[in-house]
């Protein structure tokens, strides 16, 4: 069973992310801000990020690039969900590592597909 | 007793300390830091008018005439005011034409004249050297009284029979030593001298200082004060008589001798040499025009005590001479230290004097009596290629040894037998016989060289033949001249009835002598014509104001030159190196790149004229330039001409200055508003892009949240229940969100107009708080309220002010602390204002964002990072409410442990005003 890492600061749309993950199988964890996030990177070793970007603190950027330096953690994919769709935000996220970029509002089937994808 | 040795050492001691101070003044200067650019320097080194005569004398002349050694002072002090107008004319002059003497300004206002210039010299070194003289005799027998600590300066002693025991000629040659050190570091005689300059203010102050400590001494400690002194004066009917203004010739003799120190102040060699020469800004006679009359005043305060002090305590000794009671009573009271103090003070007004003039001096003879014969000599100029400057300056350090020993030789024979102050007018009336030619040269253009010359031999022959002759034959030289005290037996000689005037001889012959002078002057310029080069001249002189920034262009020069004649004649006197630096800054200069075989044009012959005359004096350069290069006449009318021209150029480009300034400003004006602008859309961008980011977190949750319960039937009746609830709140934040974008809109366009009525702050706070009363309940958190009972009415839009508290309470919930969190909301009145504060016990806000977090969607530097979450659009609204209302609003925390929101608004004390205004506001909405 894939383990998925939601990281929002937005409560509805973590709940409606975890809810489709669910669904369709995986091990969810949650976390509301970038620090979060890195600690439950560390402590469970999930397999994939879908990952907001606008955070305070720690920003979705930031958590993407330790992730992508370190190597123990270097292969977990990384999939951005940001409403941040300039061009410049996307080429920033691709260039941190990013597996994939998604922007918000998002079709919950893409959503559902593009994480399918990711593993395979 | 001061044994000899002591007063030496302590005498040459101070020589190396001045000499030391004049290095660092250079060493200053090579920094970048010159002194000379301080205008209390060069107020201060204009003291140098202030010599040994001054210091001794002033007590002398004070001792024997009473109060006529004032007009000294006075003369200079009245002359302050007009200082505007000629001095700065003349500093303009010279640095424009790199004028470095006074014969250097005569020779060059009349046509760059040889025979002027070499006159103008020799008259100087005539009328400088007796003055010389008495500086050396002043310091001479003051060292012979302190060191013999001996009330009687024996001026016979000067004369000894053997030249060793000569102390004066050893004073003399230590003098002509350290002046050439000072004086002589660099050929350009136009660079300025910071190390001279430094050590003469320096001397300046010492002497200053001294005269006031001997003053402060004989007034205060020796007698009962000024008071003291004076009584006992008025007692003694013989001295008594000195405290009135009464000398022969009375009112028309002072006004004579006034004059005489203006025209000495402005015209002595030494004092051109530091009011102009050394000038570097003409601002600074702004401040030397009340500090220089100033210095006078201070320094004459103690001369008339001690002068009284001197004649009661002598009252019996004729042999002490009034000239020597500055130091005599120190020395006769056995006050060692203080009488060799008063030493120091003398030998430092002696020699400031004596090293500045002689420098001029040297610089004239240099200039002006031996490069205009040496120079036009070309087997002369080959014979020095490039080893002309070590010629220069030798010659420099001759003429100084030669000054000194010339004054020497005068001290010896002559001055010794007379007092410092009859000796001392005599150079000033010589001196002042350059008035005519040089106010006449900058102000009246038709003043020429033949009237010029004409003018100053007659002055001088009238100075020699009245004030010199009688000097030298009472030394006992020529008793041919004067019998029955006449000269030539028919001109009468005594005081009082001097050459046929009611006067004594100093305003006598400055009287007669000025008037022929003056009247030679202006009608033999009148009846001969002018030569074209002259005319040039007086044009640029008398409106240098209107020439000195095209100064180049208006010498007109006319003739044949190459490129390469000038650079080889350049070569002959600076050096290959500083030939190449100097043509280097003319092609800067003027954009122009000179090439060997290229003609030469006037501007450039007229440059390289101009630092040749720097180093060589004007007239010599003048008759260089005319031996090397081949050239033409020109006529006046020429000349007026192309002056004209000049002009013209001068307006034109002083009005393209005034144009390019303008749109300089209009660009600068719309550079300005096109950043504005810029900014503008730039905030813009910033809020449509963060705007639209805010929209997109409701959307997508109700966008994920639609489609979820669109393709899940099986979804269990709790979860559907809680997705429908979210849509509906996400689609209630995104018309709030809505309504923010509109209402902030309307307050940045102005059209915001609220209905004001009368209200109790109090009510508002209570009503605020009841609507979010439950809110509260279900968490931890306490709130409470602590409202002032007695509070003034306020004049405000009741909803909006509901607005803000709602705002700012609801901010408080979501920031307090999450377990135990406490919200106080207080009011209280402050003088004229409601002072409203909303406290919780949250995280707080850092300094840094206390200001920002009113902005609309405040962004962090940073601009992925949040801050804290909710804080979007609410308090801009609240800020634009609040100052709405005439109120302020702003966050007091330390970043840790809570924050406080306060807001203020003024209370409203008449209603009537108040219906009023609703009125008006009603008014305007239906409008």
Same mark, same amino acid.
């Given at each position: 069973?894939?383990?998925?890492?939601?990281?929002?600061?937005?409560?509805?749309?973590?709940?409606?992310?975890?809810?489709?993950?669910?669904?369709?199988?995986?091990?969810?964890?949650?976390?509301?801000?970038?620090?979060?996030?890195?600690?439950?990177?560390?402590?469970?070793?999930?397999?994939?990020?879908?990952?907001?970007?606008?955070?305070?603190?720690?920003?979705?950027?930031?958590?993407?690039?330790?992730?992508?330096?370190?190597?123990?953690?270097?292969?977990? +994919?990384?999939?951005?969900?940001?409403?941040?769709?300039?061009?410049?935000?996307?080429?920033?996220?691709?260039?941190?590592?990013?597996?994939?970029?998604?922007?918000?509002?998002?079709?919950?089937?893409?959503?559902? +597909?593009?994480?399918?994808?990711?593993?395979? | 007793?001061?044994?000899?040795?002591?007063?030496?050492?302590?005498?040459?001691?101070?020589?190396?300390?001045?000499?030391?101070?004049?290095?660092?003044?250079?060493?200053?200067?090579?920094?970048?830091?010159?002194?000379?650019?301080?205008?209390?320097?060069?107020?201060?080194?204009?003291?140098?008018?202030?010599?040994?005569?001054?210091?001794?004398?002033?007590?002398?002349?004070?001792?024997?005439?009473?109060?006529?050694?004032?007009?000294?002072?006075?003369?200079?002090?009245?002359?302050?005011?007009?200082?505007?107008? *000629?001095?700065?004319?003349?500093?303009?002059?010279?640095?424009?034409?790199?004028?470095?003497?006074?014969?250097?300004?005569?020779?060059?206002?009349?046509? $760059?004249?040889?025979?002027?210039?070499?006159?103008?010299?020799?008259?100087?070194?005539?009328?400088?050297?007796?003055?010389?003289?008495?500086?050396?005799?002043?310091?001479?027998?003051?060292?012979?009284?302190?060191?013999?600590?001996?009330?009687?300066?024996?001026?016979?002693?000067?004369?000894?029979?053997?030249?060793?025991?000569?102390?004066?000629?050893?004073?003399?040659?230590?003098?002509?030593?350290?002046?050439?050190?000072?004086?002589?570091?660099?050929?350009?005689?136009?660079?300025?001298?910071?190390?001279?300059? =430094?050590?003469?203010?320096?001397?300046?102050?010492?002497?200053?200082?001294?005269?006031?400590?001997?003053?402060?001494? *004989?007034?205060?400690?020796?007698?009962?004060?000024?008071?003291?002194?004076?009584?006992?004066?008025?007692?003694?009917?013989?001295?008594?008589?000195?405290?009135?203004?009464?000398? *022969?010739?009375?009112?028309?003799?002072?006004?004579?001798?006034?004059?005489?120190?203006?025209?000495?102040?402005?015209?002595?060699?030494?004092?051109?040499?530091?009011?102009? $020469?050394?000038?570097?800004?003409?601002?600074?006679?702004?401040?030397?025009?009340?500090?220089?009359?100033?210095?006078?005043?201070?320094?004459?305060?103690?001369?008339?005590?001690?002068?009284?002090?001197?004649?009661?305590?002598?009252?019996?000794?004729?042999?002490?001479?009034?000239?020597?009671?500055?130091?005599?009573?120190?020395?006769?009271?056995?006050?060692?230290?203080?009488?060799?103090?008063?030493?120091?003070?003398?030998?430092?007004?002696?020699?400031?004097?004596?090293?500045?003039?002689?420098?001029?001096?040297?610089?004239?003879?240099?200039?002006?009596?031996?490069?205009?014969?040496?120079?036009?000599?070309?087997?002369?100029?080959?014979?020095?290629?490039?080893?002309?400057?070590?010629?220069?300056?030798?010659?420099?350090?001759?003429?100084?040894?030669?000054?000194?020993?010339?004054?020497?030789?005068?001290?010896?024979?002559?001055?010794?037998?007379?007092?410092?102050?009859?000796?001392?007018?005599?150079?000033?009336?010589?001196?002042?016989?350059?008035?005519?030619?040089?106010?006449?040269?900058?102000?009246?253009k038709?003043?020429?060289?033949?009237?010029?010359?004409?003018?100053?031999?007659?002055?001088?022959?009238?100075?020699?033949?009245?004030?010199?002759?009688?000097?030298?034959?009472?030394?006992?030289?020529?008793?041919?001249?004067?019998?029955?005290?006449?000269?030539?037996?028919?001109?009468?000689?005594?005081?009082?009835?001097?050459?046929?005037?009611?006067?004594?001889?100093?305003?006598?012959?400055?009287?007669?002598?000025?008037?022929?002078?003056?009247?030679?002057?202006?009608?033999?310029?009148?009846?001969?014509?002018?030569?074209s080069k002259?005319r040039n001249q007086a044009e640029v002189f008398v409106d240098i104001?209107k020439y000195?920034?095209e100064f180049?262009s208006t010498m007109v020069w006319?003739?044949?030159?190459?490129?390469?004649?000038?650079?080889?004649?350049?070569?002959?006197?600076?050096?290959?190196?500083?030939?190449?630096?100097?043509?280097?800054?003319?092609?800067?200069?003027?954009?122009?790149?000179?090439?060997?075989?290229?003609?030469?044009?006037s501007?450039?012959?007229?440059?390289?004229?101009?630092?040749?005359?720097?180093?060589?004096?004007?007239?010599?350069?003048?008759?260089?330039?005319?031996?090397?290069?081949?050239?033409?006449?020109i006529s006046t009318k020429e000349v007026l001409d192309i002056l004209k021209e000049t002009q013209q150029i001068v307006v034109?480009?002083?009005?393209?200055?005034?144009?390019?300034?303008?749109?300089?400003?209009?660009?600068?004006?719309?550079?300005?508003?096109?950043?504005?602008?810029?900014?503008?859309?730039?905030?813009?961008?910033?809020?449509?892009?963060?705007?639209?980011?805010?929209?997109? =977190?409701?959307?997508?949750?109700?966008?994920?949240?639609?489609?979820?319960?669109?393709?899940?039937?099986?979804?269990?009746?709790?979860?559907?229940?809680?997705?429908?609830?979210?849509?509906?709140?996400?689609?209630?934040?995104?018309?709030?969100?809505?309504?923010?974008?509109?209402?902030?809109?309307?307050?940045?366009?102005?059209? &915001?107009?609220?209905?004001?009525?009368?209200?109790?702050?109090?009510?508002?706070?209570?009503?605020?708080?009841?609507?979010?009363?439950?809110?509260?309940?279900?968490?931890?958190?306490?709130?409470?309220?602590?409202?002032?009972?007695?509070?003034?009415?306020?004049?405000?839009?009741?909803?909006?002010?509901?607005?803000?508290?709602?705002?700012?309470?609801?901010?408080?919930?979501?920031?307090?602390?999450?377990?135990?969190? $406490?919200?106080?909301?207080?009011?209280?009145?402050?003088?004229?204002?409601?002072?409203?504060?909303?406290?919780?016990?949250?995280?707080?806000?850092?300094?840094?964002?206390? &200001?920002?977090?009113?902005?609309?969607?405040?962004?962090?530097?940073?601009?992925?990072?949040?801050?804290?979450?909710?804080?979007?659009?609410?308090?801009?609204?609240?800020?634009?409410?609040?100052?709405?209302?005439?109120?302020?609003?702003?966050?007091?925390?330390?970043?840790?442990?809570?924050?406080?929101? *306060?807001?203020?608004?003024?209370?409203?004390?008449?209603?009537?005003?108040?219906?009023?205004?609703?009125?008006?506001?009603?008014?305007?909405?239906?409008?």
């Amino acid at each position: 069973m894939k383990k998925i890492l939601i990281v929002d600061d937005e409560p509805n749309i973590l709940l409606s992310i975890e809810f489709l993950m669910k669904k369709e199988g995986y091990r969810i964890f949650i976390a509301r801000n970038g620090k979060e996030a890195i600690d439950i990177v560390k402590k469970e070793m999930p397999d994939a990020l879908i990952l907001d970007i606008m955070m305070p603190e720690v920003d979705g950027f930031e958590v993407c690039e330790f992730i992508k330096t370190n190597e123990e953690t270097a292969h977990i +994919k990384i999939i951005f969900l940001t409403a941040k769709a300039k061009e410049s935000d996307i080429q920033k996220g691709l260039s941190a590592g990013a597996d994939l970029y998604l922007k918000k509002p998002f079709s919950t089937k893409e959503l559902v +597909k593009k994480v399918k994808g990711i593993f395979n | 007793m001061i044994s000899n040795w002591v007063i030496i050492l302590i005498s040459v001691g101070y020589l190396t300390l001045l000499f030391m101070l004049a290095y660092f003044g250079e060493y200053r200067a090579k920094k970048g830091k010159s002194l000379l650019k301080n205008p209390y320097i060069y107020a201060l080194s204009l003291a140098v008018y202030c010599t040994a005569w001054t210091y001794y004398g002033s007590v002398g002349n004070a001792a024997e005439s009473g109060l006529n050694f004032l007009a000294t002072y006075i003369g200079p002090t009245l002359l302050a005011p007009i200082w505007w107008f *000629i001095f700065k004319k003349i500093i303009r002059i010279s640095k424009v034409y790199r004028i470095t003497t006074i014969a250097d300004l005569i020779s060059t206002r009349y046509g $760059k004249s040889v025979s002027l210039g070499s006159l103008v010299a020799i008259f100087c070194v005539l009328g400088i050297i007796p003055y010389i003289s008495i500086q050396l005799k002043a310091i001479s027998s003051s060292f012979q009284m302190v060191s013999n600590s001996n009330l009687v300066s024996d001026a016979n002693a000067s004369i000894s029979n053997h030249i060793f025991n000569d102390y004066t000629l050893y004073i003399t040659i230590g003098l002509a030593f350290f002046t050439i050190l000072f004086g002589t570091r660099n050929i350009d005689a136009t660079v300025k001298q910071e190390g001279m300059v =430094t050590a003469i203010a320096f001397e300046s102050i010492l002497k200053l200082v001294a005269f006031l400590v001997i003053g402060f001494f *004989i007034t205060f400690v020796v007698f009962d004060g000024f008071s003291d002194i004076f009584s006992r004066v008025n007692d003694d009917p013989q001295l008594s008589r000195l405290t009135t203004l009464d000398s *022969i010739g009375g009112y028309s003799e002072w006004f004579w001798l006034n004059m005489l120190s203006m025209m000495a102040f402005m015209f002595l060699p030494r004092q051109f040499h530091v009011s102009i $020469k050394e000038n570097t800004s003409e601002k600074h006679l702004d401040k030397a025009i009340w500090l220089f009359p100033l210095y006078l005043l201070v320094i004459n305060i103690f001369v008339i005590p001690i002068a009284f002090a001197g004649k009661i305590m002598f009252a019996g000794e004729t042999n002490v001479l009034s000239d020597t009671f500055v130091l005599a009573i120190p020395i006769f009271l056995s006050q060692d230290f203080l009488a060799i103090f008063v030493y120091l003070g003398g030998f430092a007004a002696g020699t400031s004097m004596v090293i500045v003039s002689t420098i001029a001096l040297s610089i004239m003879i240099s200039n002006n009596l031996i490069f205009p014969y040496v120079v036009s000599n070309k087997q002369f100029i080959r014979y020095f290629k490039g080893n002309f400057s070590r010629f220069l300056l030798n010659i420099r350090r001759a003429s100084i040894l030669l000054v000194l020993l010339l004054s020497y030789g005068y001290y010896s024979f002559i001055s010794f037998r007379f007092s410092i102050v009859s000796i001392g007018l005599i150079s000033f009336v010589a001196v002042a016989q350059f008035a005519p030619a040089v106010i006449g040269g900058i102000f009246w253009k038709e003043g020429n060289k033949s009237g010029a010359i004409s003018g100053l031999i007659a002055g001088f022959t009238i100075w020699f033949l009245l004030l010199v002759l009688p000097t030298i034959d009472q030394a006992g030289f020529i008793s041919f001249f004067i019998q029955n005290d006449k000269l030539f037996n028919f001109i009468p000689l005594a005081d009082g009835q001097a050459f046929g005037l009611p006067m004594n001889k100093i305003p006598a012959a400055l009287f007669w002598s000025l008037l022929i002078n003056s009247s030679l002057y202006v009608f033999i310029s009148l009846r001969y014509m002018q030569s074209s080069k002259e005319r040039n001249q007086a044009e640029v002189f008398v409106d240098i104001f209107k020439y000195s920034k095209e100064f180049e262009s208006t010498m007109v020069w006319k003739g044949t030159a190459y490129v390469q004649d000038i650079e080889e004649l350049l070569i002959h006197f600076v050096g290959d190196k500083k030939t190449k630096e100097i043509l280097r800054e003319y092609e800067v200069k003027y954009n122009q790149k000179l090439k060997k075989e290229d003609r030469a044009d006037s501007k450039l012959v007229n440059s390289v004229e101009r630092i040749l005359a720097g180093l060589i004096g004007s007239s010599s350069a003048r008759l260089l330039i005319s031996t090397t290069l081949k050239e033409e006449e020109i006529s006046t009318k020429e000349v007026l001409d192309i002056l004209k021209e000049t002009q013209q150029i001068v307006v034109v480009n002083k009005q393209l200055k005034e144009k390019s300034q303008a749109l300089e400003e209009v660009t600068r004006q719309l550079f300005s508003s096109n950043e504005k602008l810029r900014q503008m859309d730039h905030t813009k961008d910033e809020f449509i892009s963060t705007i639209t980011h805010e929209m997109r =977190t409701p959307i997508t949750s109700i966008r994920a949240f639609s489609e979820i319960l669109h393709d899940n039937s099986d979804i269990s009746l709790e979860d559907k229940q809680q997705f429908l609830n979210t849509i509906i709140k996400e689609t209630e934040r995104m018309d709030r969100l809505i309504s923010q974008v509109l209402d902030l809109e309307k307050f940045n366009t102005g059209k &915001q107009e609220f209905h004001l009525e009368y209200l109790q702050i109090n009510d508002l706070i209570l009503e605020a708080v009841r609507s979010v009363q439950t809110l509260v309940e279900q968490g931890r958190i306490q709130l409470t309220t602590q409202l002032a009972p007695q509070i003034g009415f306020i004049n405000a839009n009741k909803d909006r002010l509901i607005q803000v508290l709602l705002n700012l309470i609801s901010n408080a919930i979501k920031f307090c602390d999450p377990m135990a969190g $406490k919200i106080e909301i207080s009011s209280k009145q402050v003088s004229e204002n409601i002072v409203v504060e909303v406290n919780d016990n949250g995280k707080g806000i850092v300094k840094e964002i206390q &200001q920002s977090i009113f902005d609309v969607f405040y962004q962090a530097p940073d601009q992925t990072r949040k801050k804290p979450k909710g804080s979007g659009l609410g308090l801009s609204i609240c800020k634009k409410i609040i100052e709405y209302h005439q109120g302020e609003i702003w966050v007091e925390s330390d970043g840790k442990q809570g924050s406080k929101f *306060i807001f203020t608004l003024p209370t409203s004390t008449n209603e009537s005003i108040l219906e009023n205004e609703n009125y008006l506001n009603e008014e305007n909405i239906n409008s």
